[in-house]
């Protein structure tokens, strides 16, 4: 037991120290988005609430070529037709990545806008996704941490239960009872750590496109058209399992004028109103709160959908209301609708584990209980850190010792699977091993001195 038992306690050792900054920022800015639509729904009454005071009613085609004129350089990326009491929002972007929102009140006048890199909810995301800074390293960055995390939890709950460390004795002092609560406090919340960090994962750089990639090879568990990770195309806010969904294409009447594909297709002649395409929607069955994004070109469809996981304040719907339908830009007809029942189990998975994670799944209960979690998993974070400073020496690093002599086959081969279920933990291992090498030769040269 303890050939097992000193490697692995090293190893939760060196993950715990190296990560607990990270963990403390994704737990703390993780708190902050848990309760995002309370937040966006006070600080943004006048955008989300009020109206214009402009009199006179105009049609949600005109609001969009209005918003067009005013905005000069930017394109229009989606249109979210919001449920009461919510005005709508247009959402906008330029050439340079910037992002504006536009609300609309009840009459389509423009109320209000916002730079959507600035909202709270963007805010808290970013910095929770990567650390506001961005950028492909920053992403595994992220998303090691949550590999060891994983790690952590497994090494914990095993150390725990292979060690003394939960019996009561006779000898009080404060570094035992440092690592009995740290303990205690860990296998409380193996279990929904472990589901909040796995319902993130999905949302990682690498990981993410292996979901993706095992999703669309195998469709009947997945969904061919599933996307792992968010894009930052058009129709970010497309349900996750039909984001790279092969879209029907709109076929155009030869006798109409011919408006090419490098020409506007908003308003095009012969297209569908936004009314038209609404009213078509809603005799799909597909209610309000929903978002509609325009054609790409000329034998392009309006998309219409409706997600559980958009980070919009009052667009979210429950996992089973999500509907993907495309309607045909010239006549409105519907040419096909993927809905929750369309899914493989990976797709309804994430339906469910996306606004699981988020918190907002079965409503302020779930909120309170990610609360809750995150809380008691910084109190682990703070007894832990208060154990080893109570053993740490002050001339040392004061980590638990190497293991003396070979590493056990069935630890290896436990490191070797979790390698390569995630394979950027996987690679960090390697680097570990590197690394105790090189400790272990010098340590050698001093003991033999």
């Known amino acids: ?48 609430f009020s109206d214009s005071h402009t009199k006179g009613h105009q049609s949600l085609d005109d609001a969009i070529q209005e918003i067009r004129d005013v905005y000069k350089g930017y394109e229009i990326q989606k249109i979210s037709i919001m449920d009461e009491p ?11 990545g910037e992002s504006r929102y536009i609300f609309l009140d009840e009459h389509n006048q423009r109320v209000a806008n916002q730079n959507a890199k600035f909202t709270y909810s963007n805010v808290l995301r970013e910095t929770h996704s990567s650390l506001m800074v961005g950028g492909s390293f920053v ?16 090494s914990g709950v095993y150390l725990s239960f292979k060690s003394n460390v939960l019996k009561k004795t006779k000898k009080k002092t404060s570094f035992l009872f440092n690592r009995r609560i740290h303990a205690i406090i860990g296998l409380i919340i193996a279990i929904p750590i472990f589901i909040i960090v796995l319902t993130g994962l999905p949302w990682s750089a690498f990981m993410g496109k292996q979901i993706n990639q095992f999703a669309e090879e195998h469709p009947k568990l997945g969904y061919s058209a599933l996307k792992a990770t968010p894009p930052e195309s058009e129709d970010n806010e497309l349900p996750w399992a039909t984001r790279n969904k092969e879209k029907p294409s709109s076929k155009k009447d030869p ?9 506007s297709v908003i308003g095009a002649e012969g ?23 325009y054609p790409a070109d000329d034998k392009g469809v309006f998309t219409v959908s409706k997600s559980s996981n958009t980070g919009v304040t009052g667009l979210d719907v429950a996992p089973k209301e999500e509907t993907t339908a495309y309607f045909d ?28 994670h988020e918190g907002h799944l079965f409503g302020t209960a779930n909120k309170i209980i990610n609360l809750i979690v ?15 400073m109570k053993r740490k020496n002050a001339s040392s690093f004061s980590a638990p010792p190497q293991l003396k002599g070979s590493i056990p086959y069935g630890l290896i081969a436990f490191l070797i699977v979790l390698g390569i279920i995630m ?19 010098k340590q050698k040269k001093i003991s033999q001195k």
Request: negative net charge; proline residues 3%.
């Open 86 to 96: 919510y005005n709508n929002r247009v959402t906008i972007g330029n050439e340079d």
């Open 271 to 293: 297209q569908q109103s936004l009314e038209s395409i609404i009213s078509q929607a809603e005799n799909a069955k597909v209610k309000k709160p929903f978002s509609i994004v």
């Open 139 to 154: 992403n595994y960055l992220v998303e090691l941490a949550a590999c060891w995390t994983i790690f952590m939890i497994i």
């Open 423 to 441: 394979p950027l933990f996987g690679a960090s291992l390697i680097v570990v091993g590197i690394v105790e090498y090189f400790i272990w030769k």
């Open 1 to 48: 037991m303890h050939k097992i038992f000193s490697p692995i306690r090293r190893l939760h050792f060196y993950a715990a120290f190296f990560i607990t900054p990270l963990l403390l920022t994704l737990s703390l800015t993780g708190i902050g988005y848990l309760f995002y639509t309370n937040v966006e729904n006070n600080i943004y009454q006048d955008e989300f």
């Open 374 to 388: 995150c809380l008691t998993f910084i109190a682990g974070i703070i007894f832990g850190f208060l154990t080893w």
């Open 329 to 356: 830009q010239y006549s409105g007809k519907r040419l096909g609708q993927v809905d929750y029942e369309d899914y493989g189990i990976v797709g309804k998975w994430f339906s469910f584990g996306i606004p699981l």
């Open 255 to 263: 006798h109409a004028d011919h408006h090419g594909a490098t020409s």
